[in-house]
């Protein structure tokens, strides 16, 4: 296992004091500028005909020190992670989307089961069936527009699975027709 270093973490030959100006520059953020970083941790100036411009000893820094490679590898970094933080929670909502639908279709055909079909006007036990139907349709990201009607059956149908053999399965249709 090797124990590599990161780009922005300090160097060896890379002083203390070159290394906080260095932290300084880095947590500017990518706007950073060395004049910033130096009044971060110097102040600034009151006056001076300098009073924009970083030391030549700070400067020296940031170029010994690579700070601008450095701190742009820092900058991929957190994107990276950021992206990859937010990619995680999108496929966390879709899990969580996925079981709610499946909870929805198992509770429709659990309601519907010696009912048969089941519209919007059908009975109280009905309108459990519709909300559900209507959460599975917002899940997959249907809108459902006042006036729709809404009709759910379920039928029998088969499917062969990999060995060959017919499988008996329950299908839910939800049919939307729009006003």
Known sequence: ??????????????????????????????????????????????????RDEAPSFFKQWSVDFDWVARARAFDDYEMAEKLAAREQVREEARQVAVEAAREAVEQVIELMRGNGPVTERGAPAGSDVMAAAKTILELAGVTVPAGSTLRVSQTRGGSTDPDGDDTPTELLVIELERP
Do not use: C, N
């Open 1 to 50: 296992m090797t124990d590599e270093r990161k780009p922005w973490e300090r160097r060896e030959d890379e002083t203390s004091k070159a290394y906080a100006g260095f932290v300084a520059y880095l947590q500017l953020g990518p706007q950073r500028s060395l004049v910033a970083a130096h009044r971060g941790i110097y102040g600034d100036p009151k006056q001076g005909p300098k």
